[in-house]
């Protein structure tokens, strides 16, 4: 079946470094691809999608790109900053509900 | 903006209990998932529904049912509570077509004693 597979944090990284989140999927025909963010004490919220191969989804800074020939979405950001500091999930909707992955921790300290 | 509205944030229950968390969305949604966020295991589905009076089993529907007699509203019933269903639970909606995204609750804390 489909899954989702994103590296193991947690991640702790200085302010204003350079983060990447690695998620890697397996899946049937074309599905769509997402980061969601889940910041301390909240639900989960879109931060950014992509709907076919190629397409670059980006939201406050960050940015993914579907890349097909490595079934990859890996989440970028140029510069965090302590207000980044949450969980983030990779997720893919191909023929099912949303497959999630289980999430990296990120903690960006001043 | 879209809200989905969990009835608790924080619930402690005892073992054996029947246990009901309630979910509320004003989007006239006609998709509504329950989950389970453990940490290490991420979000696994319990159940959703796509219809009034629809429901399908998630990945982990074991020890859990649900209800949807109105669209807006989709309930979690635990029969019999038990420690390990000790979690945070998650609700979400979407509509049926188009990007599928999905919005989420805040969460209900369950404590099972």
């Known amino acids: 079946g489909d899954s989702v597979t994103q590296m193991e944090g947690p991640v702790t990284l200085s302010e204003e470094a350079f983060l990447t989140i690695n998620c890697t999927y397996t899946a049937t025909g074309y599905p769509s691809l997402f980061w969601y963010v889940q910041y301390p004490g909240e639900g989960l919220q879109l931060l950014l999608k992509?709907?076919?191969?190629?397409d670059k989804g980006s939201n406050k800074g960050f940015e993914a790109t579907y890349r097909k020939e490595t079934t990859s979405f890996h989440l970028e950001k140029g510069s965090v900053q302590v207000s980044d500091s949450a969980v983030y999930f990779c997720a893919l909707r191909g023929n099912t509900p949303l497959v999630f992955g289980k999430g990296t921790r990120l903690s960006v300290i001043a | 903006d879209v809200k989905v509205t969990q009835s608790s944030r924080y619930l402690v229950k005892r073992t054996g209990e029947k246990v009901f968390l309630e979910c509320v969305q004003d989007m006239d949604h006609e998709n509504m998932f329950w989950y389970r966020q453990d940490p290490g295991l991420g979000l696994r589905l319990i159940y959703f529904?796509?219809?009034?009076?629809?429901?399908e089993k998630g990945d982990i529907p074991e020890g859990y049912s649900v209800s949807r007699e109105k669209k807006e509203r989709f309930s979690l019933i635990l029969e019999s509570a038990s420690t390990n269903q000790t979690s945070m639970y998650l609700c979400?909606?979407?509509?049926?077509?188009?990007?599928?995204?999905?919005?989420f609750g805040a969460g209900t804390r369950l404590s099972v004693l």
């Open positions: 529904s796509y219809d009034v009076k629809m429901k």
């Open positions: 979400a909606s979407s509509f049926a077509t188009g990007k599928n995204i999905q919005y």
């Open positions: 992509a709907t076919k191969a190629d």
